[in-house]
T-cell receptor, first 119, second 116 residues
Framework: AQKITQTQPGMFVQEKEAVTLDCTYD???????LFWYKQPSSGEMIFLIY??????QNATEGRYSLNFQKARKSANLVISASQLGDSAMYFC????????????????FGKGTKLSVIP | GAGVSQSPSNKVTEKGKDVELRCDPI?????LYWYRQSLGQGLEFLIY????????KSGLPSDRFSAERTGGSVSTLTIQRTQQEDSAVYLC??????????????FGAGTRLSVL
């Protein structure tokens, strides 16, 4: 069974500083994908970044980067130059990527980290 | 193009009533998912549709919950005889079958259901 653990219920960061949100995962599947989503108070889940288990390089998307350490089963999100608009809940998620094409590809989510950016 | 659209955005109902929640996926996306987000349980998978294949209903919590997808596009999640524990935000997501984004699920803004 897949499991995602986010150990930081809440985090504070000063505007313009960088922040790291922790995520560890557990799976027996060799092929999987790791995702980060942002959920502001409006409720919509916004996709931020994706990392495949076989990707050689860490994923980056603008100010977001994913620090993928496969041996440690961690997939931390790094947000550089924090902005007030980054204040939101952040969810780490995972899904298996079976080569056979079978399976539902459902996401398993962590419980989230609430990030507050301080001016 | 337009994102995933869900309606209504908010729904208040009385215990025992039936409710229907609608999801309109991104045009061309063949996969459609329903999730439920509640304070106590976090985000839970409910059901998955992929094209014309039989849906994966493994996440539905009881037989009061059902979903259908007509014409491979719009989906309706129906909850019969609603209970207070059904109060939650119901999120819909879609993804394409092929391409770079095939592994990524794009979510709508959700329907907040309150059962009184």
């Amino acid at each position: 069974a897949q499991k995602i653990t986010q150990t930081q219920p809440g985090m504070f960061v000063q505007e313009k500083e960088a922040v790291t949100l922790d995520c560890t995962y557990d799976t027996s599947d060799p092929s999987y994908g790791l995702f980060w989503y942002k959920q502001p108070s409006s409720g919509e889940m916004i996709f931020l970044i994706y990392q495949g288990s076989y990707d050689q390089q860490n994923a980056t998307e603008g100010r977001y980067s994913l620090n993928f350490q496969k041996a440690r089963k961690s997939a931390n999100l790094v947000i550089s130059a924090s902005q007030l608009g980054d204040s939101a809940m952040y969810f780490c998620a995972m899904r298996e990527l079976p080569s056979s094409g079978a399976g539902s590809y459902q996401l398993t989510f962590g419980k989230g980290t609430k990030l507050s950016v301080i001016p | 193009g337009a994102g995933v659209s869900q309606s209504p955005s908010n729904k208040v109902t009385e215990k025992g009533k039936d409710v229907e929640l609608r999801c309109d996926p991104i045009s061309g996306h063949t996969a459609l998912y329903w999730y439920r987000q509640s304070l106590g349980q976090g985000l839970e998978f409910l059901i998955y549709f992929q094209g014309n294949s039989a849906p994966d209903k493994s996440g539905l919590p009881s037989d009061r919950f059902s979903a259908e997808r007509t014409g491979g596009s719009v989906s309706t999640l129906t909850i019969q005889r609603t209970q207070q524990e059904d109060s939650a935000v119901y999120l819909c997501a879609s993804s394409p079958r092929q391409g770079v984004a095939k592994n990524i699920q794009y979510f709508g803004a959700g329907t907040r259901l309150s059962v009184l």
